[in-house]
Nanobody
């Protein structure tokens, strides 16, 4: 009923920048918290940054000052601007959103398919 489609990943040298986008579509009534997670090789999936409907943000300590999360309510889209990238930022980045679909009284968590970010040293 809801699809999250990420874009913007790729290969970038250390110190470079990338901007990830995630667009939600489908039978959406409202979207609450949206976030970005990442999973490196052999590691668990960890929260990178999240943003509420009121646009309050939370970032992992490892990315504070380098990554910025933002959202566009009208477009049901969340962005992750990543600057000063490091090799340790290499991971698959996943978009997550708490979505209330039309006709439902509760929200459910939805995930995107993931986009690869590779930072070369």
């Amino acid at each position: 009923q809801v699809q999250l489609v990420e874009s913007g990943g790729g290969l970038v040298p250390a110190g470079g920048s990338l901007r990830l986008s995630c667009a939600a579509s489908g039978r959406i009534f409202s979207i609450g918290v949206m976030g970005w997670y990442r999973q490196g090789p052999g590691k668990q999936r960890d929260l990178v940054a999240s943003i509420t409907g009121g646009k309050s943000t939370n970032e992992a300590d490892s990315v504070k000052g380098r990554f910025t999360i933002s959202r566009d309510h009208a477009q049901n889209t969340v962005y992750l601007q990543m600057n000063s990238l490091k090799p340790e930022d290499t991971a698959v980045y996943y978009c997550n959103a708490a979505v209330q679909v039309r006709g439902s009284y509760v929200s459910a968590n939805y995930w995107g398919q993931g986009t690869q970010v590779t930072v070369s040293s």
